[in-house]
């Protein structure tokens, strides 16, 4: 498998691995698309621990100059977990996101992941359809994660999903 970083390229989207600099971005859309959310908004230690640390695990989406979603995440051993999927909402419901998730599973083919984990809240029907897309079922129920009473669903996705994933994207000329 070539190791070469993942830069994806749409006739109006650039998604790339992150570089030091995206700190910046990251701060700005944390801002814009997670607002008053204080669950939601990541300190910048661990943004920084993505741009200096994970870079080439983490991949943002630019249209033109302009920042506009991010897919965090980070390995232990082949097993990955994606701590945060986000698009500006004025760019939700279209490419955005699926550009993204398409970085992202690259980065798990190119490096022979086994599995990919993701951590969401019950409600959050637009990240759960994300997930539920990739084939991820529930594997734990998680109470008290972030502050008392908040409750978290881990949901993961197999090789045998990762497989079934690429098969597909690979069909559609999504990853070679
Ligand atoms: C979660 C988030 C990134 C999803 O982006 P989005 O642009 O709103 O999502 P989309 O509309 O493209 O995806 C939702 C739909 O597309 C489908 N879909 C999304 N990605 C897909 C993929 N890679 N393959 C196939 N289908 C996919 C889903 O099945 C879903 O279908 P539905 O219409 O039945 O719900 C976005 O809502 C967001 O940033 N939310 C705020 C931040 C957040 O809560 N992040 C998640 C927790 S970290």
């Not at 498998?1 to 944390?30: C, G, K, N």
């Not at 607002?35 to 741009?51: E, K, N, S, V």
């Not at 970085?103 to 992941?113: I, N, T, V």
Request: glycine share 6%.
């Amino acid at each position: 498998m070539p190791t070469e970083a993942l830069e994806i390229q749409s006739p109006r989207y650039i998604v790339r691995p992150l570089e030091s600099d995206d700190f910046w971005h990251l701060r700005r859309m944390e801002d814009e698309i997670w607002g008053g959310d204080a669950t939601g908004q990541l300190c910048p230690y661990y943004l920084r621990l993505c741009t200096e640390l994970y870079p080439e695990w983490c991949f943002i989406a630019l249209d033109g100059e302009r920042p506009v979603g991010y897919v965090l995440n980070f390995p232990n051993g082949k097993v990955a977990y994606c701590a945060t999927l986000a698009v500006h909402p004025d760019y939700q419901k279209g490419k955005v996101n699926y550009l993204l998730i398409r970085a992202m599973l690259g980065k798990l083919f190119q490096e022979d992941m086994v599995e990919c984990r993701f951590l969401v809240a019950p409600d959050n029907r637009d990240a759960r359809s994300v997930h539920n897309a990739l084939g991820a079922r529930v594997v734990r129920e998680v109470e008290d994660y972030y502050h008392q009473g908040d409750h978290r669903l881990w949901s993961a996705i197999t090789k045998e999903d990762l497989d079934r994933v690429r098969t597909r994207y690979t069909r559609l000329r999504l990853v070679s």
